[in-house]
Every structure is written in structure tokens, then in C-alpha cells.
């Protein structure tokens, strides 16, 4: 079974700690997506990638990076955590350019990070 | 830029009851793909259908249907005689495709809760 896997389901972490995600897809899609999903906001886009090494800023990357150095690997991190980066994240992958649009994505199951 | 608005924030109904989702669009491209996601308490999205702008026709899936209507924007989502399993919050999705470069960028809607008791 084609999986998007995401290390952690429940994190809590400090303001101010740097905070790594982790995200593995078995499905050998070029596309990988980070979004953070808040009640009444939907899910938001923070960054996605297109290929290895490559990254795009999504809708609000603000206090985010990425890096993405093996394909299957798509790592969010929080360089230094704050209060307002409580939030469900969800991890997803998708085939490449023009055929990932028409396919949508594959998701993970999410990580709940709180901040404290 | 694309938007997706669902006005819905949660809708309780009873067993058995018909229940609609409303999603409405707005985008400038003339080829764009619609999406409807299920979001269990589980966490984990599941997809359930998606729609090129080029079919209008609706479909129906056992106890979901679709109705898809460009002259209003709108891509409205209904169960039929809804179960408890069906208790979960649901995303409309826009995806548009022109020039390649959107590298299949989702858009998605507020979510609309939905809740089924027995």
C-alpha cells in the first residue's frame, strides 16, 4: 500500500526550540507539500518542492525552511518555535508537473506540534 | 489567485438524513481540476473524487454525488441517507493546470464539519 509517512503524530516542543518534521513518501512522486491546517482556515501551503534540492515558498512560509535531499524526504523544520506555530501539519506528495495537478495529492496522517 | 470558499462551518444531522456541501471557486484559468477530500478523525485526508473543468457531468458514487456547475462556480457535494461513519470534516480543492508551472498546487476551502448522529 502507497504511503506518505510522517514521523511524528503528537509533538510538543518549546518557544524557541528548533523543531524538525519529517516526511517520507514510498510512491517515488517528484512533488512534496507542507501545509498547516487551522480551525476555520482550511489548509494553508508553507512550501513545496518539485524535485530534490529544489523549493518553492508556499502562502505563508514565514518562520519555516524546508530541505528536501533525497526524494523521497521532505523535511519542515521551525527554526525557532513560537506560540502561533501550534498547529496540525500535513505532509503530501503528488506526480510531477501538469500530471500532479490533475491527480491532486497523496496525504499523511498529519502531526499535531504544540508549541508551549 | 485561485480561492475556494466553503460557507458551511458544521452541519449536524440525523441518520438517514440527505446533507449537501456547499464549495464555490473563483479562478482566471480556463483548465483547472476540483477536489473533494475527507478528513476522518483519523487525520489522514482521503480523496474521493476529482473533476476536470471540461466535465460538467455529474457523478455519483453509491451514496455520494457531485454536482458540478461552471456558470455558478460551484462544485457541491452530497451524501444520501448519511451514516455516523460519514462523521468527519470535509475539503473542497481547486488545482489549476495552465502552463505546467502550478506543479499541481491545491487550494483548498475552510473545510465544513460534519456530524451524523445516530
Known amino acids: 500500500d502507497v504511503k506518505v509517512t510522517q514521523s511524528s503524530r503528537y509533538l510538543v516542543k518549546r518557544t524557541g526550540e528548533k523543531v524538525f518534521l519529517e516526511c517520507v513518501q514510498d510512491?517515488?512522486?517528484?512533488?512534496m507539500f507542507w501545509y498547516r491546517q487551522d480551525p476555520g482556515l482550511g489548509l494553508r501551503l508553507i512550501y513545496f518542492?518539485?524535485?530534490?534540492?529544489?523549493?518553492e515558498k508556499g502562502d505563508i512560509p514565514e518562520g519555516y525552511s524546508v530541505s528536501r535531499e533525497k526524494k523521497e524526504r521532505f523535511s519542515l523544520i521551525l527554526e525557532s518555535a513560537s506560540t502561533n506555530q501550534t498547529s496540525m501539519y500535513l505532509c503530501a506528495s503528488s506526480l510531477g508537473e501538469g500530471t500532479g495537478a490533475a491527480y491532486g495529492y497523496t496525504f499523511g496522517s498529519g502531526t499535531r506540534l504544540t508549541v508551549v | 489567485a485561485q480561492k475556494v470558499t466553503q460557507a458551511q462551518t458544521e452541519i449536524s444531522v440525523v441518520e438517514k438524513e440527505d446533507v449537501t456541501l456547499d464549495c464555490v471557486y473563483e479562478t482566471r484559468d480556463t483548465t483547472y481540476y476540483l477536489f473533494w477530500y475527507k478528513q476522518p478523525p483519523s487525520g489522514e485526508l482521503v480523496f474521493l473524487i476529482r473533476r476536470n473543468s471540461f466535465d460538467e457531468q455529474n457523478e455519483i458514487s453509491g451514496r455520494y454525488s457531485w454536482n458540478f456547475q461552471k456558470s455558478t462556480s460551484s462544485f457541491n457535494f452530497t451524501i444520501t441517507a448519511s451514516q455516523v461513519v460519514d462523521s468527519a470534516v470535509y475539503f473542497c480543492a481547486l488545482s489549476e493546470a495552465s502552463g505546467g508551472t502550478s506543479y499541481g498546487k491545491l487550494t483548498f476551502g475552510q473545510g465544513t464539519i460534519l456530524t451524523v448522529h445516530p
Open positions: 518542492s518539485y524535485d530534490v534540492k529544489m523549493k
Open positions: 510512491m517515488d512522486h517528484e512533488n
